[in-house]
């Protein structure tokens, strides 16, 4: 007669050990993702207080690029600041483009359309590859 398993190696922290993340693997690129939640581990996603990623989610454009656009710089911007969201973040077009997964030609388009609403404030590189720094503006300068 066999002896039944120990109740410890059925627990939830051997389970989600043996789970892969196969979605979080293929994502592309050197973005850094949000730090996890302490208690779970689990990723962290947009909350319902994010009031920037809510309005950008209403927003609409005249280009279909501009939306991920917008969304790359946002996304890059809350990552690489976390204390300060109001520091512009370098980023450049290559890493855009491959972010975005437009043509160099169609991110060029989609940052021309956010400047001319004033959703982002662009201080240029100055070459030497040197990247450009975007900074999304105040909420009341651009939402309707």
Same mark, same amino acid.
């Given at each position: 007669m066999a002896a039944a398993k120990p109740h410890k190696e059925h627990s939830r922290a051997a389970r989600n050990s043996k789970? +892969? #993340?196969? &979605?979080?693997?293929? &994502?592309p690129g050197p973005w850094f993702a949000r730090s996890p939640i302490r208690r779970t581990g689990a990723p962290r996603f947009v909350m319902v207080h994010d009031l920037t990623a809510l @309005?950008? *989610? #209403? =927003?609409?454009?005249?280009?279909?690029?501009t939306f991920p656009v917008l969304w790359a710089i946002f996304w890059r911007q809350q990552t690489a600041q976390l204390r300060d969201l +109001?520091?512009? =973040?370098p980023i450049s077009i290559e890493e855009l483009v491959q972010? =975005?997964?437009?043509?160099? +030609? +169609?991110?060029? &388009?989609?940052?021309?359309? &956010?400047?001319? #609403?004033? *959703?982002?404030?662009? @201080?240029?590189?100055?070459?030497?590859?040197?990247?450009s720094t975007y900074r999304l503006t105040a909420l009341d300068r651009w939402l309707l």
């Open positions: 789970q +892969s #993340r196969p &979605l979080l693997d293929q &994502l @309005a950008i *989610m #209403r =927003t609409h454009f005249a280009h279909p690029v +109001s520091k512009p =973040t972010q =975005t997964g437009y043509a160099r +030609s +169609s991110v060029f &388009l989609g940052l021309d359309e &956010l400047k001319e #609403r004033d *959703m982002i404030d662009i @201080a240029p590189g100055g070459g030497r590859h040197k990247r």
